[in-house]
């Protein structure tokens, strides 16, 4: 009964850890969980982005205070960066964990550098093949910087020095794990079992006690073990399938000892056309098609609204167009762009006559929330009334004198949180009313 008790707990706790994605669970609960301030849906745990500045930029006593924000860069990528700047000052604390010296960290009060993704184990849970899903965990190929961690020991120290978990459970699982899998893992679940509390510091938990049986280079992916039993005890057969069987935690054992081992991906599930209803999570194993606040908005479209523009801002501003030269904010250092090094403003011939620029010419921007001095580019893929700037500029790159550089415009500058969708908050960063002034 402690293994099986202990088993759901780790279901529980390491479902949100892998998006859901292995067992079609969800993460982070939400239901008809609202944010204190503004009232907007918490979606998944995740609570809309435009609402964050007003959850702070307020004296209501339940106003957000603080901000921890990890490989995320909001002061750049969320609408309206001037106001997201003001909001990461107004908390009491703002902690950002990064592995470069961004927008966002430069508001911050406490900035953590975390190694970079060569020099730390990583993966991602795209796993939608079919019928074999593969899963590949990178090995490090670097040591890390002197003064940078991998995130798993930045937050490692963090709980130790919370004492979040006692030195008596930490001694006694990692004493089993030294004895083997098979003794570790009913030691685990036995543990989280006898206190629930634990699950909540899963990937922690196995970090210190699992991962310290690891080769350090590979610590950070003791969680995959929690991951691979979670796999195992939802996915028996697909799993079996794929050559890791027999009973208890052996499959999901064999699974994460074959990940950690792999320099390549691995196959984890093999599926059958009889499984495919195994992942519809409905229990009458259908799908759910009469959504009621999408049918409301349906219905309301013949008399909804069908335009933004308005003789201030006359024109349709995309703000983030993809392009060759473009990859979102992974590249800091404008130098690797062979063409569109400042990334032009794209407009259309008409509205370049209207605003009286030339092709190549300097203009200024202006939309509700910000303006920016562009370069026009006149050009036959934009329709009269639309104009386009790319993503992933704007952004701070150091030039090794101790100054930064920077070129194109960051389009969030021009953004504002008042134009979003009536489901999740999600921003129009595809029609910004905006116009054109010539300089």
Same mark, same amino acid.
């Given at each position: #009964?402690?293994v099986?008790?202990?088993?759901?707990?780790l279901? !529980?706790?390491?479902?949100?850890l892998?998006?859901g994605?292995?067992?079609?669970?969800?993460?982070g609960?939400?239901?008809?969980?609202?944010?204190?301030v503004?009232?907007a849906?918490?979606?998944?745990?995740?609570?809309?982005?435009? @609402?964050?500045?007003?959850?702070?930029?307020?004296?209501?006593?339940k106003?957000?205070?603080?901000?921890?924000? !990890?490989? @995320?860069?909001?002061?750049?990528?969320?609408?309206?960066?001037?106001?997201?700047?003001?909001?990461?000052?107004?908390?009491e604390?703002s902690?950002v964990?990064?592995v470069a010296?961004?927008?966002?960290?430069?508001?911050?009060?406490?900035?953590?550098?975390?190694?970079?993704?060569f020099e730390k184990p990583?993966?991602?849970?795209?796993n939608?093949?079919?019928?074999r899903?593969v899963?590949?965990?990178?090995?490090p190929?670097?040591?890390?910087?002197?003064?940078?961690?991998?995130?798993p020991?930045?937050?490692?120290?963090?709980?130790r020095?919370?004492?979040?978990?006692?030195?008596?459970?930490?001694?006694?699982?990692?004493r089993?794990?030294?004895?083997?899998?098979?003794?570790?893992g009913?030691?685990?679940?036995?543990?989280?079992?006898?206190?629930?509390?634990?699950?909540?510091?899963?990937?922690?938990?196995?970090y210190?006690?699992?991962?310290?049986?690891?080769?350090?280079a590979?610590?950070?992916?003791?969680?995959?073990?929690?991951v691979?039993?979670?796999?195992?005890?939802s996915?028996p057969?697909?799993?079996?399938r794929?050559?890791f069987?027999?009973?208890?935690?052996?499959?999901?054992?064999e699974?994460? !000892?074959?990940?950690?081992?792999? #320099?390549?991906g691995?196959?984890f599930?093999?599926d059958?056309?009889?499984?495919?209803w195994?992942?519809?999570?409905?229990?009458?194993r259908?799908?759910t098609?009469?959504?009621?606040?999408?049918?409301d908005?349906?219905?309301?479209l013949?008399?909804?609204?069908?335009?933004?523009?308005?003789?201030?801002?006359?024109?349709v501003?995309?703000?983030?167009?993809?392009?060759?030269?473009t990859?979102n904010?992974?590249?800091r250092? #404008?130098?690797w762009?062979?063409r569109?090094?400042?990334?032009?403003?794209r407009?259309?011939?008409?509205?370049?006559?209207?605003?009286?620029?030339?092709?190549?010419?300097?203009?200024r921007?202006?939309?509700?929330?910000?303006t920016?001095?562009?370069?026009?580019?006149?050009?036959?893929?934009?329709?009269a009334?639309?104009?386009?700037? #790319?993503?992933?500029?704007g952004?701070?790159?150091?030039?090794?004198?101790?100054?930064?550089?920077?070129a194109?415009v960051?389009?969030?500058?021009?953004?504002?949180?008042?134009?979003?969708?009536?489901f999740?908050?999600?921003?129009w960063h595809?029609?910004?009313?905006?116009?054109?002034?010539?300089?």
């Amino acid at each position: #009964p402690g293994v099986e008790a202990g088993a759901s707990a780790l279901l !529980d706790a390491v479902v949100p850890l892998a998006g859901g994605l292995l067992a079609g669970g969800g993460g982070g609960g939400g239901g008809n969980r609202v944010t204190p301030v503004t009232g907007a849906k918490i979606i998944g745990g995740l609570v809309p982005c435009n @609402s964050i500045a007003d959850e702070i930029l307020t004296e209501h006593p339940k106003r957000f205070r603080a901000l921890w924000i !990890d490989s @995320s860069n909001p002061a750049h990528s969320l609408p309206d960066s001037r106001r997201f700047r003001d909001a990461m000052r107004a908390t009491e604390l703002s902690v950002v964990i990064d592995v470069a010296f961004t927008e966002t960290a430069r508001q911050a009060d406490y900035v953590l550098p975390a190694a970079s993704q060569f020099e730390k184990p990583e993966a991602t849970f795209f796993n939608f093949e079919f019928p074999r899903n593969v899963f590949h965990l990178r090995k490090p190929l670097l040591e890390p910087l002197a003064g940078t961690l991998p995130e798993p020991e930045i937050y490692a120290r963090l709980l130790r020095r919370l004492r979040v978990v006692d030195d008596a459970t930490i001694t006694r699982l990692r004493r089993a794990a030294e004895t083997g899998r098979a003794t570790f893992g009913a030691s685990f679940l036995a543990t989280v079992a006898a206190d629930p509390a634990l699950g909540k510091v899963v990937p922690f938990l196995l970090y210190e006690t699992l991962g310290a049986t690891l080769d350090p280079a590979v610590r950070g992916a003791a969680v995959l073990w929690g991951v691979s039993q979670l796999c195992a005890l939802s996915n028996p057969k697909a799993v079996g399938r794929a050559g890791f069987t027999g009973g208890g935690l052996t499959p999901g054992n064999e699974l994460f !000892d074959t990940i950690l081992a792999s #320099p390549s991906g691995v196959v984890f599930t093999e599926d059958t056309w009889d499984d495919v209803w195994h992942y519809v999570k409905r229990e009458d194993r259908r799908f759910t098609l009469d959504v009621d606040t999408l049918l409301d908005q349906v219905r309301a479209l013949p008399t909804a609204r069908t335009a933004w523009t308005t003789p201030e801002f006359p024109l349709v501003l995309a703000a983030g167009e993809r392009r060759s030269f473009t990859a979102n904010t992974i590249l800091r250092n #404008p130098d690797w762009r062979r063409r569109d090094r400042e990334g032009h403003l794209r407009v259309s011939a008409d509205d370049a006559a209207a605003a009286g620029v030339s092709d190549g010419d300097r203009a200024r921007l202006v939309t509700e929330t910000g303006t920016a001095t562009v370069t026009v580019e006149i050009s036959d893929m934009m329709r009269a009334g639309n104009i386009a700037l #790319p993503n992933g500029h704007g952004l701070d790159f150091p030039a090794g004198d101790g100054t930064t550089t920077s070129a194109g415009v960051s389009p969030n500058e021009l953004t504002s949180t008042a134009h979003k969708d009536a489901f999740a908050g999600t921003p129009w960063h595809k029609h910004v009313p905006a116009r054109l002034e010539a300089l």
